[in-house]
């Protein structure tokens, strides 16, 4: 099986610019969940997706927003980008429902805002 | 209240040794899951180990061992014969089983393997 994939895995922007991340799960899990990792704050949990909804949400600004397909494609979106919104941001998946299933994780995009 | 506590923010480690990375946990739901990841230099998340909150034996995968003590909430990593290839960050994780979907990391802790 294909892991999960995550593409660009690089970015440069510049503030104010938007960005869009894409994100393709494992075949068959239908969660897909959103992190953004930076040496200061460690790994934060954005959101997670599931069957096309919106199922738990971080405490991060409106700016951050994502939207699942019904293939399971998962794609993040960041409005009027901030100079701290340079991070690692990861992809997850899993399987559907049960709590015993662990997060595969994407290689990550790594966005460079400047 | 912190979910997961990693308080080892670094640890270094003899090639061939043992080392032990501590992860505490706080919930008040009995259905949890406990897992354990390694992200090297790369930045990609490898998942090593997971303890179900019902298991009766303490799991383990080749080398990872987690050493669950459920009264106590804690949940150690145990990598027996460190190999430097081992030398990466380590996050503890859980997962509620109400809130089945949300992962919570700990801060991590930076392992060094020395030849």
């Known amino acids: 099986k294909a892991g999960v994939t995550q593409t660009p895995r690089y970015l440069i922007k510049t503030r104010g610019q938007q960005v869009t991340l894409s994100c393709s799960p494992i075949?068959?899990?239908?969660?897909v969940s959103w992190y953004q990792q930076t040496p200061g704050q460690g790994l934060q949990f954005l959101f997670e997706y599931f069957s096309e909804t919106q199922r738990n949400k971080g405490n991060f600004p409106g700016r951050f927003s994502g939207r699942q397909f019904s293939n399971s494609r998962s794609e993040m979106n960041v409005s009027t980008l901030e100079l701290g919104d340079s991070a690692l941001y990861l992809c997850?998946?899993?399987?559907?429902?049960?709590?015993?299933?662990?997060?595969?994780f994407g290689p990550g995009t790594r966005l460079t805002v400047t | 209240a912190q979910k997961i506590t990693q308080t080892q923010p670094g640890m270094f480690v003899q090639e061939k040794e043992a080392v032990t990375l501590d992860c505490t946990y706080d919930t008040s739901d009995p259905s949890y899951g406990l897992f354990w990841y390694k992200q090297p230099s790369s930045g990609e998340m490898i998942f090593l180990i997971y303890q179900g909150s019902y298991d009766q034996q303490n799991a383990t995968e080749g080398r990872y061992s987690l050493n669950f003590q459920k009264a106590r909430k804690s949940a150690n990593l145990v990598i027996s014969a460190s190999q430097l290839g081992d030398s990466a960050m380590y996050f503890c994780a859980m997962r509620e089983g109400y809130n089945f979907n949300k992962f919570y990391f700990g801060s991590g802790t930076k392992l060094n393997v020395k030849p």
């Open positions: 075949s068959g899990h239908r969660s």
């Open positions: 997850a998946s899993s399987a559907p429902g049960l709590f015993y299933y662990e997060q595969y």
